[in-house]
């Protein structure tokens, strides 16, 4: 059943209705739900029908740039955070054929360092991932020869402590504000998938138009396309949702760009680098995904052209010494329980792109099929 998109919605991010949806909207909604706009609505305190309204009309008008079912890709296909060294008048080249032509590429970002390393000559950063069965450096291999780049170095997850955007909530946040608990430790164990769980998948996780949106039987449409009923659907989407792959039903706005409206979500991309005692990998990552300000933090190895950096995490925010106050005191307080940091660095982000990067083994053997690459 549709309902009308009512054009009159404002649709500002600061818009108090707005606002208090996005707060939850963004990453609060965890796991499969059968009914994720109503979820929204109940943790909002906005009324289903407002909810769906307003995100509708925020997606339409570009202040949200995607909706979608989000996955913990980690354990679904091979993946790691590539840097890449390309020469400067290749770069901006490199960023967008990685950008547009590459679906297994997730988030593209041209970084800069405050510190100059080795590491500085590294600049283009991006996410990718190819699905089980496929090799991530022939992948990057391919990449390299398409792009120019010169070099490149795998640094993928050992484990995650941090994973949630929540942007708008973020606003304003002092620093040093960290929850109580330690931050569990996600593995990036891989689990197998059969045919119909794919199916499943990939239908889930597809993104949602507004009129999508709009509908209270927001599934049937994708068990439709999965070909399989309503029920069965449910009951896939719940035993995937138990063996951990599942992530949030997310809105997601724009990092750092403009919207539309002319607002600006954040303006600042920051990549945190620390490297602490082998053996601490755990404890250091734990601490760090306590501060609410950290979207993602993990145990990656880096080795010495990144001064032997092993936990890696991003913040963002609209003042970049606001990012770094509170930067320091994650410092602080790292030093504070013990755990002493040999170095540390920061890398910036300029130009991004972000996008969902595709890990379906049906759509990376039509990619090889195109390029006419061997498994």
């Keep these: 059943m549709l309902m009308t998109i009512d054009s009159t919605n404002p649709v500002h991010i600061a818009d108090p209705i707005n ?48 909706v979608r079912q989000t996955l913990l890709a980690t354990n679904l296909a091979h993946g790691a955070l590539v840097a890449w060294q390309v020469p400067e008048e290749k770069l901006s080249a490199a960023f967008d054929w990685m950008f547009q032509q590459d679906p297994f590429s997730g988030h593209v970002v041209i970084r800069s360092t405050d510190a100059a390393i080795a590491g500085s000559r590294y600049r283009l950063w991006t996410t990718v991932k190819v699905p089980q069965g496929y090799s ?33 909530r973020r606003r304003g946040m002092e620093p040093g504000s960290k929850s109580e608990a330690l931050a569990e430790v996600i593995n990036t164990n891989i689990v197998e998938l059969n045919e119909l769980e794919w199916r499943v998948l990939v239908a889930l996780k597809r993104e949602f138009t507004p009129e999508e949106i709009l509908r209270e039987d927001l599934w049937q449409p994708r068990a439709d396309e999965a070909g399989v009923p309503l029920s069965t659907f449910y009951d896939a989407a719940l035993e995937l949702n138990a063996r951990g792959v599942i992530g949030r039903f997310s809105t997601f706005l724009e990092h750092v760009k403009p919207l539309k409206t002319g607002e600006q979500v954040t303006r600042y991309n920051a990549l945190f680098h620390w490297a602490v005692p082998p053996g601490r990998e755990i404890d250091a990552g734990r601490e760090i995904g306590r501060f609410h300000i950290m979207t993602h933090a993990y145990w990656r190895e880096a080795g010495s052209e990144f001064g032997n950096v092993n936990i890696m995490g991003v913040a963002h925010g609209t003042d970049k010494e606001l990012v770094l106050a509170h930067k320091r005191a994650i410092d602080e307080h790292l030093k504070s329980v013990g755990i002493e940091v040999s170095y540390t660095n920061v890398f910036w982000g300029g130009r991004s792109e972000i996008k969902p990067s595709e890990i379906s083994p049906f759509a990376y053997e039509a990619f090889c099929r195109e390029f006419r690459i061997e498994r």
């Design 136 to 168: 991530l450096a022939k992948h990057c291999d391919f990449l390299a020869k398409q792009t120019g780049a010169i070099s490149y170095q795998l640094l993928p997850a050992k484990c995650l402590f941090a994973l949630g955007v929540g942007h708008v």
């Design 19 to 66: 606002a208090r949806i996005l707060a939850v909207s963004e990453d609060k909604i965890q796991g499969f739900q059968a009914d994720p706009m109503s979820a929204i609505a109940q943790a909002s305190g906005v009324d289903i029908v407002t909810v769906r309204d307003r995100i509708a009309a925020m997606l339409r008008a570009g202040t949200i740039r995607r």
